[in-house]
């Protein structure tokens, strides 16, 4: 679950840098600097996202000081619930303290719209449907079957 996890913090990696170029999203990156990082408990999966000036930077391993931390009891917990569809999965992650916020709050909030923000449709971006994470079932000029 380790590879998987790490795997999922890459994808959402690309993920934000690709969404940092619509000026929707610009604007909620460049009102002040800030680091978000998200590992397990005993931090063998680990990464951070550095956002500064509407740029997004994101890498392996853990930092001293990051604005806030989520913490993930362990990959297999985080790789779970971060795969549920169920819009409730992370609240309850927190209910049943399987994930930990460590820091501001109020930057792990900002963080977790700036993420939902990826599963709406981005203007300019034609052809396919939006699902789950923002991604599209099918690159631009390919037919859509389903």
Same mark, same amino acid.
């Given at each position: 679950?380790?590879?998987?996890? /790490?795997?999922?913090?890459?994808?959402?990696?690309?993920?934000?840098?690709?969404?940092?170029?619509?000026?929707?999203?610009?604007?909620?990156?460049?009102?002040?600097?800030? #680091?978000?990082?998200?590992?397990?408990?005993?931090?063998?999966?680990?990464?951070?996202?550095?956002?500064?000036?509407?740029?997004?930077?994101?890498?392996?391993?853990?930092?001293?000081?990051?604005?806030?931390?989520?913490?993930?009891?362990?990959?297999?917990?985080?790789?779970?619930?971060?795969?549920?569809?169920?819009?409730?999965?992370?609240?309850?992650?927190?209910? &049943? /303290?399987?994930?930990?916020?460590?820091?501001?709050? /109020?930057?792990?909030?900002?963080?977790?719209?700036?993420?939902?923000?990826?599963?709406?449709? #981005?203007?300019?971006?034609?052809?396919?449907?939006?699902?789950?994470?923002?991604?599209?079932?099918?690159? &631009?000029?390919?037919?859509?079957?389903?």
């Amino acid at each position: 679950m380790k590879l998987m996890l /790490e795997l999922m913090l890459l994808g959402l990696a690309i993920l934000l840098r690709r969404n940092a170029q619509q000026p929707l999203v610009q604007a909620k990156l460049r009102d002040r600097a800030r #680091i978000v990082q998200i590992r397990t408990r005993d931090a063998s999966v680990a990464r951070y996202f550095v956002f500064c000036g509407g740029a997004v930077l994101s890498r392996r391993g853990t930092l001293a000081s990051p604005d806030v931390s989520l913490v993930w009891k362990d990959a297999a917990t985080a790789t779970r619930v971060l795969r549920s569809a169920d819009p409730d999965a992370v609240p309850a992650a927190l209910a &049943h /303290e399987w994930l930990h916020i460590a820091g501001d709050g /109020e930057v792990a909030a900002w963080f977790g719209d700036l993420v939902a923000s990826g599963a709406r449709p #981005i203007p300019g971006c034609g052809g396919g449907k939006t699902v789950r994470g923002g991604y599209r079932s099918w690159p &631009h000029g390919f037919r859509d079957r389903s």
